[in-house]
């Protein structure tokens, strides 16, 4: 049975680098990394997730790495929302979680009517390339995600870089706090999560410095 479960993932593996280098090859800028995220940085990004606490937004599925980590935490495929605008994608998405609600979307340009039916959003999990994103459309994606979420949940966002992909102005801006969750070292190239939540509200008498 575990060998099955084993071979199993490692031919989703391969579908998913075959399906992920295509899409890449096609629109560059948009997918931002060569090979799709590994099982590793996929465990360390939905590690917090609590599968009762509501829907999951999920930003940039792509081959659907995180959205299958999810489930797999016991994340109802029911409770997922998975917005995707890249066409080639998209499709793949559709077959493989028939059951989540699946929006065909830039998430910088989402509306209010679509999360008609979504809801109490426990988290939203972030694979988008946001490095390779201008100021505007981060803050657009990041006031989005927030939103929606809940008293008390976050934004999960990974990044190959040295600090956190969303801007200390935006996240100052908007009332966040970005904390490090950890780094996946085993994923090609390493890469950090962070954990994007609300900032803590100044109690009477103590003031901002």
């Known amino acids: 049975m575990k060998r ?4 199993l993932r490692a031919l989703h593996g391969v579908a998913d680098a075959t399906g992920f280098i295509r899409a890449g090859l096609a629109k560059p800028r948009q997918i931002g990394a060569l090979l799709p995220s590994g099982d590793a940085l996929a465990r360390l990004i939905t590690s917090e997730i609590d599968p009762s606490g509501g829907s999951i937004i999920e930003f940039g599925p792509g081959t ?4 299958r980590a999810l489930i797999d935490r016991g994340v109802c495929e029911q409770d997922l929302m998975l917005v995707e605008a890249n066409p080639h994608f998209a499709p793949l998405l559709q077959r493989t979680f028939p059951e989540a609600r699946l929006l065909q979307r830039d998430a910088a340009r989402l509306a209010a009517s679509d ?3 979504v809801g109490p959003v426990g988290a939203v999990v972030s694979g988008l390339p946001l490095l390779n994103m201008p100021l505007r459309k981060i803050f657009a994606i990041v006031a989005t995600a ?3 979420l809940g008293t008390g949940g976050a934004l999960y966002q990974f990044t190959y870089g040295w600090r956190c992909p969303v801007p200390r102005p ?3 801006r908007l ?7 950890g780094r996946a070292m085993r994923n090609l190239p390493p890469a950090t999560v962070y954990r994007i939540s609300r900032r803590a509200p100044l109690r009477a008498g103590i003031r901002a410095s």
């Not at 009332?175 to 969750?181: R, T």
Request: no cysteine; aromatic share 12%.
């Open 175 to 181: 009332g966040l706090k970005a904390v490090v969750v």
């Open 4 to 7: 099955t479960a084993r071979v």
């Open 115 to 117: 999360f008609a039916g």
């Open 146 to 148: 927030f939103g929606h």
């Open 170 to 172: 935006i996240l100052d």
């Open 64 to 67: 659907g790495v995180f959205t």
